[in-house]
């Protein structure tokens, strides 16, 4: 005879390799926000711009953001910045997570 399926040890088990994929998510995102350089930006700063992309349907910017982020780990970290940067910049209230040249840096007071 077989011996039965212990369901509610394959259930947590599940739930544990979901949290754990779930802690690993969450720490890559914030090793990919330092990687790019975007933790320089305040914490509104950066949601307004994640708000704005999650909200963005206009196709040739989102097309122009997913190529300079393949360019990015590809380890072309430059490649494409002067093009797609202005249309990044373009929607209304937008900025880039890159600093211009003639910008000061930024103060990073009040973000943990």
Do not use: C
């Not at 933790?39 to 949601?47: G, H, I, R």
């Not at 940067?85 to 910008?103: C, F, M, N, V």
């Amino acid at each position: 005879m077989r011996k039965p399926r212990d369901y509610n040890a394959e259930l947590k088990a599940l739930n544990d390799k979901a949290r754990q994929l779930k802690t690993r998510k969450t720490s890559q995102l914030g090793e990919l926000v330092a990687a790019t350089g975007a933790d320089v930006l305040t914490v509104e700063e950066l949601a307004g711009a994640l708000l704005a992309i999650a909200a963005t349907s206009d196709h040739a910017k989102r097309e122009a953001w997913r190529r300079r982020g393949a360019a990015f780990f590809s380890g072309e970290r430059e490649a494409g910045a002067g093009s797609t940067r202005q249309g990044a910049g373009s929607e209304p209230g937008g900025s880039t997570a890159e600093p211009r040249g003639d910008e000061p840096p930024r103060s990073r007071s009040g973000t943990a």
